[in-house]
C-alpha cells in the first residue's frame, strides 16, 4: 500500500499549510495573503527579472519575502470558477484552486504539433487522468515560477486522492486495472521529485508488472495485450525518468563535490543541491523541460475505445541523439581532460535531457492507430526508423549511459526488466517479417542492447543478463552476416549512419565486445 505524504514531500519542500478538511467541505482555498509591493516596484522588479531566474523547488528559509518580492507576477487568478458549480461537472471534485491550476496548465506554451486535439479537452470526464493531468499542471508550475505556493494545497489534495485510489484498487485485486494503477503510479514518480520517492514508485510498478508474470500474462510479446503493452510502456517512461534524475543529482554532486556519493547526502541536503543548480546553471534548457511537462498528459491519458498500439516511427529520438553526440564529439577532439563535466553540461545544461523526453512522448503518441489502422511509416528504407517503442526508448538509455556517459545505471532489478523487456522487443522485430527493415537500424540496436546486458556482469553473475547477452551475440553475428560486415572498422561506418560518436569513449570496450560476438565462433 502507498504510504500518504507528509507536507514535506511535495514538488517545493517547505513546510506549508495542511489541506484543511473543513476548507474542503466548504469549497475555500487554504491561503496566506500574498506580501503586497507597490506597482512601482513590481514593475521595475519584472523588468529585470525572468521566470527561470528562479528554482523549480523552494528550500526553506528566513528569507520567504524576499523571495516573493523577486518572483514574476502569475497568472491572474480564476478563483470564480471554484465557486461556480455549472461549471464545476468534472470527472472529479475540483476543490481549492483546482480549476486555477488547470486552466494554467492548458493555456501553458506547447510548441510541438501532436496528432489529433490537445488531449486535456477530452481527459476531463476520467477521474484518473484529470488528477493525474493537475499534477502534472503542479510540476509544471513550480518549474516556471520557482516554487508551488500558490497551489499547493491544491497539489496535495489530489496526490492524496490519487494514492487512495491506488490503494483501493490494489486491495480489490482486480486484475483488470493493472494498467490503470501502473500508469497513476508511474504519474507520481514523475510529480516527486525526490530520488528515493520516485524509486519507490516504480519498484511498485515493477513488482505488478511480476505479478503479472507470474500469472501468465504478457509471456509472449507477440501475444501481448494492449493492456500490457501500456503497462510496460508506464515502467519504460519512469525508468528513463529515474535515470535522468540519478543521473543529475550524482552528476551535480560529483562536480560540485558535496560529498563522495548521493548516499553520503540527507535528503533535505539533496534539495537544497538541487535547488542551487536550477537557480544558476539549469536555467538555460527551462523553455524544454516544459514543453517536456505539457506533453506528459499525452502518454498519461486513457486511450480512446478501439485504439490500438504499434510500431513508433523513432526518427524524432535518433535525431536528438545525433546532436547530442556531435556536441560531444567537439567535446572530446579538445578537452580530454573535462569528459565528465563538459558531458553533464551539454546533456542537461543545453537541452538534450528535456528534448528527447517530448520525443518519447511523440513517438507514443503517433503509434496509436484506430482500428485496422496503422500508423505511417516512412518510404524510404534507409531513412525508416520504426521499432517497438518500449525497445527505442530503452536502447536510447543504454546508448546515452554506456556510450556516451551522460546517464548512470540504477537498480539491478529495474535494469534486468529493461534488458528483458528489450530482448523480447528485438525478438519480436527480427521475426517481423511484414515492416519495412532498416538493417543498419537493427545492427545499432542489437550492439546497444549487448553493451546494456553487461553493466553488472563483472558484480554478479546474473541468469538473466547472461540469457540476454548470448541473445544479442548470437542476433548480432547473424546481421553481421546480412550486412556482409565482419571487422569493426566496417560496423562503426554503419553505426555513425544511425548514430555513433566519432571516437572510442564509451565506458566500455565496443570493439572487445563486436570481437567476441562476430569475430568468434558463438553458438546459436
Same mark, same amino acid.
Request: proline letters at 5%; charged letters at 20%; one cysteine or more.
Given at each position: 500500500?502507498?504510504? !500518504? ?28 495573503? #500574498? ?91 476520467? #477521474? ?66 525526490? !530520488? ?22 504478457? =509471456? ?7 493492456? =500490457?503493452? !501500456? ?12 535515470? %535522468? ?22 535528503? #533535505? ?7 542551487? @543548480?536550477?537557480?544558476?546553471? %539549469? %536555467? ?17 491519458? #486513457? ?31 579538445? &578537452? ?5 563535466? &563538459?558531458?553533464?553540461? %551539454? ?33 524510404? &528504407? ?28 540504477? =537498480? ?31 545492427? @545499432? ?49 554503419? !553505426? ?29
Amino acid at each position: 500500500m502507498l504510504k !500518504l505524504p507528509q507536507p514535506s514531500q511535495t514538488l517545493r519542500r517547505t513546510a506549508a499549510p495542511m489541506v484543511h478538511s473543513s476548507c474542503v467541505k466548504g469549497d475555500r482555498v487554504c491561503v496566506y495573503a #500574498p506580501v503586497k509591493i507597490p506597482l512601482r516596484e513590481r514593475r521595475a522588479q519584472q523588468k529585470d527579472v525572468q521566470p527561470w531566474d528562479q528554482t523549480p523547488w523552494e528550500v526553506a528559509s528566513a528569507s520567504r519575502e524576499m523571495a516573493s518580492a523577486n518572483r514574476v507576477t502569475i497568472p491572474l487568478r480564476l478563483s470564480f470558477l471554484n465557486r461556480d458549480t455549472g461549471f464545476n461537472k468534472l470527472g472529479v471534485a475540483m476543490p481549492l484552486r483546482s480549476h486555477e491550476l488547470f486552466q494554467y496548465f492548458f493555456e501553458s506554451d506547447n510548441d510541438y504539433k501532436m496528432p489529433g486535439p490537445d488531449c486535456l479537452t477530452s481527459l476531463i470526464d476520467d #477521474p484518473g487522468a484529470l488528477r493525474s493531468a493537475i499534477l502534472l499542471a503542479g510540476m509544471h508550475f513550480s518549474f516556471q515560477y520557482g516554487d508551488l505556493a500558490l497551489f499547493e494545497s491544491t497539489f496535495l489534495f489530489h496526490k492524496l486522492e490519487v494514492m487512495q485510489m491506488i490503494n483501493q484498487w490494489i486491495a480489490s485485486r482486480d486484475s483488470k486495472l493493472r494498467a490503470e494503477i501502473i500508469r497513476h503510479m508511474a504519474t507520481l514518480a514523475f510529480t516527486e521529485g525526490e !530520488l528515493l520517492a520516485a524509486e519507490t514508485h516504480i519498484s511498485g510498478i515493477l513488482a505488478l508488472i511480476d505479478t503479472g508474470r507470474d500469472n501468465g500474462c504478457g =509471456q509472449d510479446p507477440n501475444i501481448r495485450s494492449t493492456d =500490457q503493452e !501500456l503497462a510496460n510502456r508506464y515502467f519504460v517512461m519512469s525508468y528513463s525518468y529515474l535515470c %535522468g534524475l540519478k543521473s543529475l543529482l550524482g552528476g551535480i554532486n560529483r562536480i560540485e563535490g558535496y560529498a563522495s556519493s548521493l548516499d553520503a547526502l540527507s535528503g #533535505p541536503r539533496i534539495v537544497e543541491m538541487s535547488n542551487v @543548480w536550477h537557480r544558476g546553471e %539549469g %536555467g538555460e534548457s527551462l523553455a524544454l523541460k516544459l514543453q517536456a511537462i505539457r506533453l506528459f498528459p499525452y502518454f498519461f491519458s #486513457p486511450l480512446p475505445h478501439g485504439a490500438r498500439l504499434g510500431n513508433a516511427d523513432v526518427y524524432g529520438i535518433i535525431e536528438t541523439l545525433r546532436e547530442f553526440t556531435t556536441g560531444l564529439d567537439d567535446v572530446y577532439a579538445n &578537452q580530454r581532460d573535462v569528459h565528465s563535466e &563538459q558531458t553533464f553540461h %551539454g546533456f542537461w545544461r543545453r537541452g538534450p535531457a528535456s528534448k528527447i523526453l517530448g520525443d518519447y512522448v511523440m513517438a507514443h503518441a503517433r503509434s496509436i492507430s484506430m482500428g485496422k489502422e496503422k500508423p505511417k511509416e516512412p518510404k524510404t &528504407q534507409r531513412t525508416s526508423f520504426t521499432s517497438p517503442w518500449c525497445g527505442m526508448v530503452i536502447a536510447s538509455i543504454f546508448y546515452m549511459q554506456r556510450v556516451l556517459g551522460a546517464l548512470e545505471p540504477i =537498480q539491478r532489478r529495474i535494469h534486468r526488466y529493461a534488458i528483458t523487456l528489450f530482448q523480447q522487443d528485438m525478438a519480436m522485430t527480427l521475426s517481423d517479417e511484414n515492416t519495412t527493415r532498416n538493417d543498419g537500424f537493427i545492427l @545499432w540496436q542489437l550492439l546497444v542492447g549487448l553493451i546494456g546486458s553487461q553493466t553488472y556482469q563483472k558484480e554478479e553473475k546474473d541468469r538473466r543478463l547472461l540469457v540476454a547477452t548470448q541473445f544479442f551475440q548470437i542476433a548480432l553475428r547473424k546481421q553481421a552476416s546480412v550486412l556482409g560486415i565482419s571487422s569493426w572498422s566496417e560496423a562503426r561506418i554503419r !553505426l555513425k549512419e544511425v548514430v555513433w560518436p566519432a571516437g572510442d569513449n564509451s565506458c566500455v570496450n565496443v570493439k572487445d565486445l563486436w570481437d567476441e560476438a562476430v569475430c568468434r565462433p558463438v553458438a546459436s
